[in-house]
């Protein structure tokens, strides 16, 4: 169980965004398992250096109580130690999924760069789970709902879910193309 799904909340849009939390799951788009997960909040203030956008601020006054609860949960760590704790997690992995690359992963990637750390997945190693997402609905595949909105571990796991039924739709329409 190689692949990873990666979920983060941030208070910006940018690749410089401030973190709030980090959620990821391991799963196995073959078997449809899921595996161990993984969840930190991070403390907004360790990150000065990091963008906090106005709009996004708003935005996050607009969701349910349950997103923004679950950000102020004890323990908060500083960004470093985020970062230190999800690459532990990221260890032997293969693929990383995120909805996509261009958000969940340049954010991530870029505060390691910050930290002055490596980033331990390849780029080529990506993958976007809105492709595959463009697909189920193609196929008939609904996405699967996160339990809670706006929660990193939460909607990281929707979307491994959404992965994974996607690719078992793929696999039973190939089977019927098998003679």
């Known amino acids: 169980m190689n692949d990873v799904m990666l979920d983060i909340e941030t208070y910006a849009t940018s690749a410089n965004a401030v973190i709030l939390s980090i959620g990821a799951v391991r799963f196995d788009q073959e078997t449809g398992e899921l595996g161990e997960e993984f969840y930190i909040n991070v403390e907004?203030?360790?990150?000065?250096?990091?963008?906090?956008?106005?709009?996004?601020?708003?935005?996050?006054?607009r969701q349910g109580p349950a997103a923004r609860e679950k950000l102020t949960e004890e323990p908060l760590v500083s960004l470093r130690t985020a970062c230190i704790e999800f690459k532990k997690f990221l260890k032997k992995s293969d693929l990383l999924w995120s909805n996509g690359p261009t958000f969940d992963e340049v954010i991530i990637r870029s505060a390691f760069e910050q930290l002055g750390g490596e980033f331990p997945i390849g780029y080529y190693n990506s993958r976007c789970c809105r492709t595959e997402f463009a697909l189920g609905k193609h196929l008939g595949v609904k996405k699967v709902t996160p339990t809670v909105k706006h929660d990193a571990l939460a909607d990281a796991i929707a979307q491994a879910k959404t992965v994974i039924a996607v690719r078992a739709e793929v696999n039973r329409l190939e089977a019927l193309q098998t003679p």
């Open 44 to 61: 907004p203030g360790s990150q000065r250096w990091r963008e906090v956008d106005p709009d996004t601020l708003e935005w996050w006054g």
